[in-house]
């Protein structure tokens, strides 16, 4: 049973292009959240979705940065117009439908994005 | 909303010596408590968590923590650490009702030979 998947683990752009950081959930699990670790920092809570639904988005940046978790295929944290404070460890987790219930979550490795 | 607080950023310690990483949280409703360990360029593995039942919870690799209700904490403790142990360690806290994390700045342990 794969665990959760992310990539690319490592992505370097220039100031003003555009990141894709893609995750594919554990088998099974429907709900994902992305969380994002700058450096020397821990991992602060960016947004949470289900298939088709952005169901918390409340620690996103309000610009350059979105997400989605379509029907079919893995989730996308996009992040338009990079800036250089952008730079970070970015983590998916998933759970299973009722994370209320189970408590953890699962992480992916990481997409470490740099910006030049 | 409720936040986390670990109170020591580095734990420097001697090899097969003990090791307590304390951990605060706060919180209006009531909580499930988790413990994370990150490797260099890794992701987070969970170490243990408090859903309910004992106080006292065993996890991965000789690590165990116990939740204090009343001093609203749940630290770390191992009794002799290994080399291997040396990473980042990270508590976590979760409303019963709600689905997210919330983490704390983390705690790097070294372990010195």
């Known amino acids: 049973n794969a665990g959760v998947m992310q990539n690319p683990r490592h992505l370097v752009r220039r100031r003003g292009q555009e990141a894709r950081l893609r995750c594919s959930p554990m088998?099974?699990?429907?709900?994902v959240y992305w969380y994002r670790q700058l450096p020397e920092e821990g991992l602060k809570f960016m947004v949470y979705?289900?298939?088709?639904?952005?169901?918390?988005e409340s620690g996103m940046p309000k610009e350059r940065f979105s997400a989605e978790f379509p029907k079919e295929g893995p989730s996308i944290l996009r992040i338009q117009q990079v800036v250089r404070g952008d730079s970070a460890a970015y983590f998916c987790?998933?759970?299973?439908?009722?994370?209320?219930?189970?408590?953890?979550?699962?992480f992916g490795e990481g997409s470490r994005l740099t910006v030049l | 909303a409720q936040s986390v607080t670990q109170l020591d950023s580095q734990v420097p310690v001697f090899e097969e010596a003990p090791v307590e990483l304390r951990c605060n949280y706060s919180?209006?409703?009531?909580?499930?408590l988790f413990w994370y360990v990150q490797y260099p360029n890794q992701g987070l593995q969970l170490l243990l968590k408090?859903?309910?039942?004992?106080?006292l919870v065993k996890g991965i690799n000789g690590f165990e923590a116990e939740f204090n209700k009343s001093q609203t904490s749940f630290h770390l403790r191992k009794p002799s650490v290994h080399i291997s142990d040396t990473a980042e360690y990270f508590c976590?806290?979760?409303?019963?009702?709600?689905?997210?994390?919330?983490f704390g700045e983390g705690t790097q342990l070294t372990v010195n030979p």
């Open positions: 408090y859903l309910s039942g004992s106080t």
């Open positions: 979705l289900q298939k088709e639904n952005i169901i918390d």
């Open positions: 919180s209006s409703v009531s909580v499930y």
């Open positions: 976590a806290v979760k409303e019963t009702s709600g689905s997210r994390l919330t």
């Open positions: 088998k099974g699990h429907s709900h």
């Open positions: 987790a998933s759970s299973p439908p009722n994370p209320r219930e189970t408590g953890e979550l699962f």
